[in-house]
């Protein structure tokens, strides 16, 4: 790949690259609604003995150091203890097969947490990687709901829960990459093979948000 993840003891700062994305992204885990871990910054424990988690990030546009990488989709499954605090994590990375060599790279590069800057916030909790994968992703952004089909290894949709005056209820002063305000979500399906793991989480947690990245 010519990129390898940080384990355990990255900054949280740009390392060597810059990079500016903007663009959407939505999660879901196996926590009962809503997230204890996202609704304390992680000072609680999850719903259960083990974190599953996806996150998944579509770029709408934006480069890393000059290679545009608009368009472009990644996932970041990760494991982690209960008191996902402990760290210990996880960590596989799915990137969208639709794109050439350097743009994977440039995109390993970024939410691995190798650069830094917000995608590197949880890199210190890193504890294993289990691989990059390079599939085919489709990604959907329409209102209040969110999906991602991955072949036949990830099927998720989450929906917003509608707030007022057509507005969508919201976790406000969270500590996430993404921002200080996501959406609070559940998801309609849940089904994701990959990495060894077999996991249906209908019905659970989800969230989504706009970012824009700057490093």
């Known amino acids: 790949m010519g990129v390898t993840f940080t384990c355990g003891n990255a900054t949280g700062r740009g390392l060597s690259v810059a990079y500016r994305l903007d663009g959407t992204y939505f999660e879901n885990c196996n926590c009962?609604?809503?997230?204890?871990?996202?609704?304390?910054n992680l000072a609680l424990p999850a719903s259960y003995e083990r974190c599953?988690?996806?996150?998944?990030f579509h770029v709408d546009a934006g480069e890393v150091d000059g290679v545009d990488v608009?368009?472009?989709?990644?996932?970041?499954?990760?494991?982690?203890?209960?008191?996902?605090?402990?760290?210990?994590?996880?960590?596989?990375l799915l990137v969208d097969e639709d794109t050439s060599q350097e743009q994977r790279d440039?995109?390993?590069?970024?939410?691995?947490?190798?650069?830094?800057?917000?995608?590197?916030?949880?890199?210190?909790?890193?504890?294993?990687?289990?691989?990059?994968?390079?599939?085919?992703?489709?990604y959907q952004d329409e209102g209040r709901r969110h999906s991602l089909r991955v072949g036949d290894a990830v099927d998720v949709e989450?929906?917003?829960f509608a707030g007022a005056e057509g507005s969508v209820m919201t976790l406000n002063g969270a500590a996430?990459?993404?921002?200080?305000?996501?959406?609070?979500?559940?998801?309609?399906?849940?089904r994701f093979s990959a990495?060894?793991?077999?996991?249906?989480?209908a019905g659970k947690n989800g969230h989504a948000a706009p970012f824009s990245w700057d490093v």
């Open 158 to 160: 989450i929906e917003d």
């Open 52 to 56: 599953h988690l996806l996150l998944t």
């Open 176 to 190: 996430h990459p993404v921002g200080t305000t996501i959406t609070l979500a559940q998801a309609t399906r849940a």
């Open 70 to 92: 608009a368009g472009t989709t990644a996932s970041v499954l990760i494991d982690s203890p209960k008191q996902m605090s402990d760290g210990g994590w996880k960590v596989g």
């Open 106 to 138: 440039a995109l390993v590069s970024v939410f691995s947490g190798a650069q830094g800057g917000p995608a590197g916030m949880f890199a210190p909790l890193v504890g294993e990687v289990m691989g990059v994968e390079h599939v085919p992703m489709e």
């Open 195 to 201: 990495f060894g793991y077999d996991l249906d989480l």
């Open 32 to 40: 009962e609604v809503a997230c204890p871990c996202s609704a304390s």
